[in-house]
């Protein structure tokens, strides 16, 4: 089994939610804003170290996880797209660690991440020793995906509104997948927030 500590998690949260109007960043979600939700699952997963990328809105988000153990970064590219953000994130990553193993991407608008897929991402990359280990969700292959440290070059080239999908489609033959049918329900716009918290209310 990897040593969780040679595994890093980049969460991406620098977006400026322009479909829903406000920062998706900190709609409530059990008690605790999407952020620090995400935050927490990656910190309670053991992988070192934790950089969460902030772009709009920074100073504020900052503040909902400034009492953790993670590292915040601020991209100033964040609009160019996600990957200036996930460069921004690797490369933090790696001045911190710089024998890091592998990273996986996180996203905070996918409310039912948990620490288990987390621990499945790993345990898959263990089993298989594939580069990318990536969550199925309705016939796509998507994040959170966890990516060996010799595809970082790659994920270090991409360009505007290229992020993580991108790669993991032009290498599909080094994938391995877990499946995550609720990485389906992420939010983008308002209707995607009250059809979750319809969901919760259902669970109870």
Known sequence: MSDFSTIGIVILAAGASTRLGTPKQLLQYRGRSLLRHTAEIALASGCQPIVVVLGAQSEQLEAEVQQLPVTTIRNSRW????????????????????????????????????????????????????????????????????????????????????????????????????????????????????????TIAEQH
Do not use: W
């Open 79 to 198: 609009a160019e797209g996600m990957s200036s953000s996930i460069q921004t994130g690797l490369k933090t990553l790696r001045s911190i660690e710089p024998t890091i193993e592998a990273v996986i991407i996180l996203l905070c608008d996918q409310p039912f991440v948990s620490v288990s897929l987390v621990h499945q991402l790993i345990e898959a990359y263990d089993r298989t020793g594939t580069l990318i280990v990536a969550s199925e969700y309705a016939d796509t292959l998507g994040v959170p995906a966890l990516f060996s440290h010799a595809l970082f070059p790659v994920l270090m080239t991409l360009q505007a509104d290229r992020g993580a999908r991108f790669v993991i489609q032009n290498h599909v033959q080094a994938v391995a997948r877990i499946l995550f049918p609720l990485g389906t329900v992420d939010i983008d716009t308002s209707s995607d927030y009250e059809q979750l918290l319809h």
